[in-house]
């Protein structure tokens, strides 16, 4: 099955939002709420900071929020801040396909 | 304090195999399924299968499931990737992951803890 599809790139100035979309098949994003968000900064290894769509682990600032519509999800940072910018991956579990990322979005704050 | 510590990097030539070892702390091991994505370089993660180390059920992605092996040693903790067949296009990073819900039935693929990362290098 294929890789989810994100945009490459985003950006945003320091204080603003910014939202990055996720989109996947009924076989994956649109059927399950299995859908998390991993930061990535460069060399570093990835960061759980959403899950089950819109649930934050202990210590993620709500800046970072998440939804689904249909088949694709969403993550937004809002308030942005320069060490937001980083890597972003989706991923969806995808049923017997296992679990499926994103090809991931750099985020750049301008 | 919660860690997975992987070994540390090697080079390996075309047509060997590979094993990559994550050892658990500070946790209960059996608890938690781990996973394993790997991500080459400067490209995006890619999830290589799962194992229940108290169970040792495990699964497979589909382009991995004639090369890769998930195994674990519940007497020291740790989990095992065995990959076979190694190409110049298995070059890249490989991480264990522990899934965020202890003793649950089947795993719900949020990726919560990592480990530190093994860079392997296939080339002649």
């Known amino acids: 099955q294929s890789a989810l599809t994100q945009p490459p790139s985003a950006s945003g100035s320091p204080g603003q939002s910014v939202t990055i979309s996720c989109t996947g098949t009924s076989s994956d994003i649109g059927t399950y709420n299995y859908v998390s968000w991993y930061q990535q900064h460069p060399g570093k290894v990835p960061k759980l900071i959403l899950y089950e769509v819109g649930r934050r682990p202990s210590g993620v600032p709500d800046r970072f929020s998440g939804s689904k519509s249909g088949n694709t999800a969403s993550l937004t940072v809002s308030g942005l801040h320069a060490d937001d910018e980083a890597d972003y991956f989706c991923?969806?579990?995808?049923?017997?396909?296992?679990?499926?990322f994103g090809g991931g979005t750099k985020l750049t704050v301008l | 304090q919660v860690q997975l510590v992987q070994s540390g990097a090697e080079v390996k030539k075309p047509g060997a195999s590979l094993r990559v070892s994550c050892e658990a702390s500070g946790y209960t091991f059996t608890g938690y399924y781990i996973h394993w994505v790997r991500q080459a370089p400067g490209q995006g993660l890619e999830w290589m299968g799962w194992i229940n180390p108290n169970s040792g059920g495990r699964k497979y992605a589909q382009q991995f499931e004639d090369r890769v092996t998930l195994t674990r040693d519940t007497s020291i903790r740790t989990a095992y990737m065995d990959l076979s067949s190694l190409r110049s296009d298995d070059t890249a990073v490989y991480y264990c992951?522990?899934?965020?819900?202890?003793?649950?039935?089947?795993?719900?693929?949020?990726?919560?803890?990592w480990g530190q990362g093994m860079l392997v290098t296939v080339s002649s």
């Open positions: 992951a522990r899934d965020r819900e202890e003793w649950a039935q089947y795993p719900y693929f949020f990726l919560e803890v």
């Open positions: 991923s969806s579990y995808a049923g017997n396909s296992g679990l499926l």
